[in-house]
């Protein structure tokens, strides 16, 4: 019986040990394979590690061989237009080693300034229609954007515009400045026209941007010249409309130190120096005077002894009929441009200044007047 007891004994035992071996030896093959999967994977990446770095040496010796721009395969090289020049920002940056990024930075910001370098070579190559000098008062000079009136008179006109006009000026000589071409120092509208024709020297206009129109404009390819003074003569309270009273009387005064007198000269002088040229006066427009918010008067009433503004505008157009057959041409925009009583508060933001819409109006009906003189059969 005791002997029968050992013998079990000795079989479950050995029956143990022989399932220990047979778990040890799943153990080890699945290590084995997990290994062999680990050195396979190793295998592949090692590969692929080595072709990416023959592929960087292979780029990186284009770089270094001057290549300017690596093409990727999965993207097709585009053509340039033809004869177009290489980028010179990328093929420096290229050359000189620097990373591919830097390069691109590089070529972004050229890329950039070529295209405001085209925007400007377009705006000065662009194919105007005619040339137009504009001579005026802060009417014109005080917005000098796209909404302002000379920019919309060049935009209805395609003409590329020299804008000459200062703000505050006057068209005649104060009361003590001198007709004197040695020591001429007045920025009035006939200080604009002498400089224009040489008889005084320019240097008075540095710093405005007339100063820079006297000396980039050809005038002799002016087409037209717009005059538009008026409303600072008027407010100056000093400036005579003319020499000439209704009475009969004459001022004794020079004709330059009134409005008509300063239209006239100018106008000669221009009509002399370019005779083929057009000449469009623009009157006064309607204003509205305010002192502290309280209204003062208006164009039709307030006069500051030598009428209100209306008589003004009116001495602008004897003017242009004197010499209508001249070629010179009369805008009344005291009483046709639209801007009166009842449009002040759309068209007027302070009385005198224009908003964009008055100034829209206001230009569109100028432009029309010399676009009916310059193409009548249109």
């Known amino acids: 019986m005791t002997n029968t007891r050992k013998g079990r004994q000795s079989v479950n035992m050995l029956l143990v040990v022989l399932i220990g071996f047979c778990i040890l030896a799943i153990i080890e093959i699945i290590y084995g394979q997990a290994q062999m999967k680990v050195e396979r994977e190793r295998l592949?990446?090692?590969?692929?590690n080595s072709q990416t770095v023959e592929e960087l040496k292979e780029e990186w010796r284009k770089l270094q061989e001057g290549s300017s721009v690596v093409i990727s395969q999965s993207e097709p090289e585009t053509a340039g237009s033809e004869g177009e020049p290489e980028d010179a920002s990328v093929k420096t940056a290229t050359q000189s080693g620097d990373n591919p990024d830097q390069?691109?930075?590089?070529?972004g910001s050229s890329e950039e300034k070529d295209e405001e370098k085209d925007e400007e070579k377009d705006k000065n190559e662009r194919r105007y229609d005619m040339q137009i000098v504009v001579l005026g008062d802060s009417i014109m000079d005080?917005?000098?954007s796209e909404s302002g009136a000379a920019d919309i008179i060049g935009e209805q006109l395609n003409a590329k515009i020299y804008n000459m006009s200062m703000g505050g000026t006057t068209a005649a000589?104060?009361?003590n400045e001198q007709y004197n071409f040695a020591t001429w120092d007045s920025r009035c509208l006939m200080g604009v026209v002498n400089a224009i024709v040489g008889n005084i020297?320019?240097?008075?206009?540095e710093g405005y941007a007339a100063g820079e129109v006297l000396k980039t404009c050809?005038?002799?390819k002016t087409d037209y010249f717009i005059i538009e003074y008026g409303v600072n003569d008027f407010l100056t309270g000093q400036i005579p409309n003319s020499r000439y009273l209704e009475g009969g009387d004459t001022l004794a005064i020079d004709s330059t130190h009134t409005y008509t007198g300063a239209?006239?000269?100018?106008?000669q002088r221009l009509k002399n120096k370019f005779p083929n040229a057009g000449i469009l006066i623009i009157g006064p427009h309607y204003c509205q005077v305010f002192s502290g918010g309280t209204f003062i008067g208006d164009g039709y009433s307030l006069d500051y002894g030598y009428g209100p503004l209306i008589t003004f505008a009116r001495g602008g157009g004897y003017i242009a009929d004197l010499y209508k057959e001249e070629g010179v041409l009369y805008f009344n925009a005291?009483?046709?441009s639209g801007i009166d009583a009842e449009t002040a508060d759309e068209y007027l933001e302070d009385g005198v200044h224009m908003t964009p819409l008055g100034a829209r109006v206001y230009a569109e009906k100028a432009a029309a007047i010399i676009r009916n003189d310059f193409a009548p059969e249109e």
Do not use: T
Not at 44 to 48: K, S
Not at 103 to 107: D, K, M, V
Not at 201 to 205: G, T, Y
């Open 218 to 220: 050809d005038f002799e």
């Open 142 to 144: 005080g917005d000098r």
């Open 201 to 205: 020297n320019p240097d008075i206009f």
């Open 263 to 267: 239209l006239e000269d100018a106008v």
């Open 334 to 336: 005291f009483e046709e």
């Open 173 to 175: 000589l104060m009361p």
């Open 103 to 107: 390069a691109a930075a590089a070529s």
């Open 44 to 48: 592949a990446l090692e590969e692929q």
